[in-house]
């Protein structure tokens, strides 16, 4: 069975600098790999997605992942934090098509001015 | 038009009642689920429908009922609801190797 983990469960930056949000996940065969965004009191919104093909990912709103086979790892990144990024982070993984998405616990980001 | 839809948003009721929560999706997907987010923020799958037959039944207690009447449409009810079942219920669907669309969560606090 699949599984993820994130590493922190609330992570705060200042305004300007490097985001990193850290997931590692398992799985016994080639995963797909999901980070989605919760606002609050919203539902969730995908950020961006890897299913086998760039191992860097581009996603919406400056966000970006790199898939490390090696180190099982699918950390998120941003460059340079906004105030509007303040939110909660969910990694994802599943198998194929066919299986369900399971969520790590989830990450809150805090971004002081 | 929003492409998942639930109601209501919002549901405060006593200790048990029967209430349901109801999803739509607009975006011709053949499989929906049902995710429930605890106070702290963890999501785990309740249900899995696929084409109205359901797929996944996770270790939910039979107070839970899924509903599928057609492939756009994947009810919630539950009966004799208890302290512990206030929480946020999303609605989810999906193409088949597609990522997730949520709904915007449907807020159940039960008194």
């Known amino acids: 069975a699949q599984s993820v983990t994130q590493l922190g469960s609330h992570v705060s930056v200042s305004e300007g600098a490097l985001v990193l949000l850290r997931c590692n996940y398992s799985?016994?065969?080639?995963?797909?790999l999901f980070w989605y965004v919760q606002y609050p009191n919203q539902g969730l919104q995908l950020l961006l997605k890897?299913?086998?093909?760039?191992?860097l990912v581009k996603g919406i709103n400056g966000f970006e992942a790199e898939f490390k086979k090696s180190e099982t790892s699918f950390h998120l990144t941003k460059p340079s934090a906004h105030m509007s990024d303040a939110a909660e982070y969910f990694c994802?993984?599943?198998?194929?098509?066919?299986?369900?998405?399971?969520f790590g616990k989830g990450t809150r980001l805090s971004v002081i001015a | 038009d929003t492409a998942v839809s639930q109601t209501p948003k919002y549901l405060v009721t006593q200790m048990g009642n029967d209430k349901s929560i109801k999803c739509e999706q607009n975006?011709?997907?053949?499989?929906m689920y049902w995710y429930k987010q605890d106070s702290k923020k963890f999501l785990k799958i309740m249900f899995s429908?696929?084409?109205?037959?359901?797929?996944i039944n996770e270790t939910v207690p039979n107070r839970f009922s899924p509903k599928s009447p057609d492939k756009a449409h994947l009810n919630l009810h539950i009966n004799s609801l208890e302290l512990g079942d206030s929480a946020v219920y999303f609605c989810?669907?999906?193409?088949?190797?597609?990522?997730?669309?949520f709904g915007e969560g449907s807020r159940l606090t039960v008194l």
């Open positions: 989810a669907s999906t193409r088949l190797g597609g990522e997730l669309f």
């Open positions: 890897y299913t086998s093909a760039a191992t």
């Open positions: 799985s016994s065969v080639p995963p797909y």
């Open positions: 429908y696929n084409n109205k037959e359901l797929i």
């Open positions: 975006l011709g997907h053949d499989t």
């Open positions: 994802a993984v599943s198998t194929s098509g066919n299986t369900p998405l399971v």
